[in-house]
Nanobody, 124 residues
Framework: QVQLVESGGRSVQAGDSLRLSCAAS????????MAWFRQAPGKERDFVVVITPSGVSTYYTDSVKGRFTISRDNAKNTVYLQMNSLKPEDTAIYYCAAGYYSSNYYFSNSYDYWGQGTQVTVSS
């Protein structure tokens, strides 16, 4: 069992930066791919980015490429999402997810564990 707790979300202005963190419990963190999804009001939960268990590979959705960076520290059981040049369309609840790596990493049902989410609001 893995428990995930996100933090770092808040209200910011367009162009600002934020770093989200996701702390995981358990000893098996390094076995899991870790992903960030986001859900805007009235919309479905969308894939943002995934990082493989070793941290060697990352895959981003097109809308955040060049602005967001995912990283992980397996010694601290934590994954991070550095978000730069934030836009109002980045406003959403951001969820951290863990699962065994799959080529279907962009599907939410590829992940077994989810955090409770952290709200990011970007105003223009």
């Amino acid at each position: 069992q893995v428990q995930l707790v996100e933090s770092g979300g808040r209200s910011v202005q367009a162009g600002d930066s934020l770093r989200l963190s996701c702390a995981a419990s358990g000893r098996t963190f390094s076995r899991y791919a870790m992903a960030w999804f986001r859900q805007a009001p009235g919309k479905e939960r969308d894939f943002v980015v995934v990082i493989t268990p070793s941290g060697v590979s990352t895959y981003y959705t097109d809308s955040v490429k060049g602005r967001f960076t995912i990283s992980r520290d397996n010694a601290k059981n934590t994954v991070y999402l550095q978000m730069n040049s934030l836009k109002p369309e980045d406003t959403a609840i951001y969820y951290c997810a863990a699962g065994y790596y799959s080529s279907n990493y962009y599907f939410s049902n590829s992940y077994d564990y989810w955090g409770q989410g952290t709200q990011v609001t970007v105003s223009s």
